[in-house]
């Protein structure tokens, strides 16, 4: 069955980077696009960004531009995703969640790994 | 940028209950719209996509309607298990996504 796995929770200071991992299962990783989606605490769904596992084509929300990279690795059929520069306002728990299989849309979610950023 | 807004942010209703959410986007997007159910402490899943169609093994008292600008999500007959956020998500300009801010759904 088709499983998103999260790397486990961070803290870090402002100014810091966080890296975090998606590793796919049971399915064909390169056929797929990953996004990655965040919720700050007790706040709604923001969408960041996805990544061809394909061909590593990447698309970024406006707003994160210039602080995320998106990445793959296929050999180990991992996604990361890595946030420069933190800010007390980066907190959030980030998921990963695969392109739906036949519509627009998302079919699998990573649990999700909550990045805490503080002094 | 395309803005969604949904109401309303929040509601409480009876089991069995009839439950309709709106969301609205900002300028038309077809039918580009999904409805995700979040339970607290879990991923989102997806209901309904392209605003209306019920993704496979979703029962058929959630629904989804609309086209242009505006959109509802219903709940014909409300469940225990149906308390949740739910969120609508528009792809009218993709590759890009944007989520509306959520409705939590509570039992009276």
Redesign the interface.
């Known amino acids: 069955q088709v499983q998103l796995v999260q790397s486990g929770a961070e803290v870090k200071k402002p100014g810091a980077s966080v890296k975090v991992s998606c590793k796919a299962s049971g399915y064909s990783f390169t056929t797929y696009y990953i ?1 990655w ?1 965040r919720q700050a605490p007790g706040q ?4 960041m960004g ?1 990544i061809s596992a394909d061909n590593g084509n990447t ?1 970024y ?2 707003n994160l531009q210039g602080r995320v990279t998106m990445t793959t690795d296929t050999s180990s059929s991992t996604a990361y995703m890595e946030l420069r520069s933190l800010r007390s306002d980066d907190t959030a728990v980030y ?1 990963c ?1 695969r392109d ?1 299989e036949f ?5 699998y ?4 790994t909550l990045v805490t950023v503080s002094s | 940028d395309i803005q969604m807004t949904q109401s309303p942010s929040s509601l409480s209703a009876s089991v069995g209950d009839r439950v309709t959410i709106t969301c609205q986007a900002s300028q038309d997007i077809s039918y580009y719209i999904n409805w995700y159910q979040q339970k607290p402490g879990k991923s989102p899943k997806l209901l309904i996509y392209d605003a209306s169609n019920l993704e496979t093994g979703v029962p058929s008292r959630f629904s989804g309607n609309g086209s242009g600008t505006d959109f509802t999500f219903t709940i014909s007959s409300l469940q225990p298990e149906d308390i949740a956020t739910y969120y609508c998500q528009q792809f009218d300009n993709l590759p890009l996504f944007t989520f509306g801010p959520g409705t939590k759904v509570d039992i009276k």
């Open positions: 996004n989606v709604g769904l923001e969408w996805r698309n929300a406006q998921y969640a739906h519509v627009v849309g998302f079919d979610w990573g649990q999700g």
